[in-house]
């Protein structure tokens, strides 16, 4: 799972796709269940994301996330703007 607080690039799709063929090689076991890829993005291009998805035969899902719709109004205030989280993130 990677978590990006940016919108979704295609490089992303590529860049997970190593993580995912990586766990493969070196980690999974034939008894583990197949390696399943997940990006969440702040925010994503439908088409954009179906593209760079389109030859990669790894199960990847790219989904995007709104901490606004996910908090009650009463936690809103008391948690840092996602301005904040990435200008924190950035030094």
Same mark, same amino acid.
Not at 23 to 48: A, R, S, Y
Not at 58 to 64: D, R, V
């Given at each position: 799972?990677e978590? !990006?607080?940016?919108?979704? !690039? ?9 993580y995912?063929t990586?766990?493969? +090689?070196?980690? !999974? ?6 390696? &399943?890829?997940?990006?969440?993005? +702040?925010? !994503? ?10 030859? &990669? $035969?790894?199960? &990847? ?6 901490? =606004? ?7 809103? $205030?008391?948690?840092? =703007? ?7 993130l $950035?030094?």
């Open positions: 799972m978590l !990006k607080t940016e919108k979704f !690039k295609p490089e992303f799709a590529g860049k997970l796709n190593f995912v990586a766990v493969n +090689k070196q980690m !999974k076991t034939e008894q583990d269940n197949p390696t &399943i890829g997940i990006l969440i993005c +702040k925010d !994503k291009d439908d088409v954009v994301a179906e593209y760079a998805l389109d030859d &990669i $035969s790894q199960p &990847i899902g790219i989904a995007e996330y709104e901490l =606004t719709k996910v908090l009650r109004e009463e936690f809103k $205030s008391s948690l840092p =703007t996602v301005e904040e989280i990435e200008s924190e $950035s030094e």
